[in-house]
């Protein structure tokens, strides 16, 4: 692949998203300066797949994420997907995830989710060759008190614990606009055994509510105060792990910081699928030693 289309596509697959109804190789052509010929053999080769097929996939998965963790109506989401009809939207969704909509609502096959999503995490990560070190700064932060509900075995199974920690805020009213929503990395998949990783789904409270401690999974955790390093990202979560990565390997040894022993922060600002996968928007915490 050429330099400078690496360099544009990252642009184009924003525009993509964005756009209210799918876009033709015409359209972006002429927002890109490549020839229709060129940008369609360009985005196949790097893409594995036409625009055509890039953009459905990519309104399906915004749609299979709905429906895995809102309560947004079939028919909403197939007229969202850019499908008339509820029927045709349900064929097309049968077809990649091998369920209908129905049935992936109420038991998702997280693993053929993983595997029929892959593609696309892939595309996404086209924009993480340039980290900018703008959006890195130091700042003092105050203790954090958090509800937790820890998911300790396979990463391909966190979705289920998702869903119920979703439930118990919607039953509870711990909507994420009064109580902030963090998570807490405590492991490195590639440095653990699958089931023994352990990742927090948590939300911020301002005093200890005990009552609250009504399923096994849940346990109140403290982040302690001190000087944090933080990495505002806006884009899709697939882009998280290489961002977090570089942070630890070239960020911060290049500034001098070294990460204390606290887990990874996570602060969920905006959600997808609320918001186009580029437009979620996460803050990123490394606990720094002060010594």
């Not at 369609?40 to 309104?59: D, E, I």
């Not at 299979?64 to 997907?81: D, K, S």
């Not at 993983?114 to 203790?143: H, P, V, Y």
């Not at 109140?220 to 979560?237: I, K, N, Q, R, S």
Request: glycine fraction near 4%; proline fraction near 7%; aromatic fraction near 10%.
């Amino acid at each position: 692949m050429s330099e400078p289309f690496l360099a544009l596509l990252p642009r184009l697959l924003q525009l993509i998203e964005n756009a209210d109804e799918p876009l033709t190789l015409t359209e972006l052509s002429a927002r890109s300066g490549y020839s229709v010929w060129h940008l369609h053999r360009q985005f196949r080769l790097y893409c594995g797949m036409p625009l055509q097929s890039y953009q459905r996939l990519l309104k399906l998965q915004r749609a299979a994420t709905a429906l895995a963790y809102r309560q947004t109506p079939v028919t909403e989401l197939a007229l969202e997907a850019g499908y008339q009809h509820a029927e045709s939207f349900s064929r097309a969704f049968a077809r990649w995830l091998s369920q209908a909509p129905a049935q992936f609502r109420q038991q998702p096959e997280w693993q053929h989710w993983a595997q029929q999503t892959e593609q696309l995490n892939q595309i996404a990560l086209t924009d993480t060759t340039n980290l900018d070190g703008a959006l890195l700064r130091c700042e003092q932060r105050s203790s954090t008190l958090l509800l937790q509900w820890l998911h300790q075995g396979h990463p391909a199974s966190i979705g289920n614990n998702i869903r119920r920690f979703i439930e118990f805020r919607r039953q509870h009213q711990l909507h994420p606009s009064r109580f902030a929503t963090f998570n807490l990395l405590y492991d490195d998949p590639q440095d653990c055994a699958a089931d023994d990783y352990r990742f927090g789904l948590a939300l911020q409270l301002r005093t200890p509510q005990p009552e609250l401690l009504q399923q096994p999974e849940l346990s109140l955790v403290t982040v302690p105060a001190g000087w944090y390093a933080c990495y505002e990202h806006t884009g899709p979560d697939a882009q998280l792990e290489p961002i977090i990565r570089a942070l630890y390997t070239e960020l911060l040894p290049a500034r001098g910081w070294l990460p204390a022993d606290v887990p990874l922060l996570l602060e969920r600002v905006r959600f997808f699928p609320d918001v186009p996968a580029h437009q979620a928007h996460s803050r990123i915490w490394l606990a720094l030693q002060t010594d």
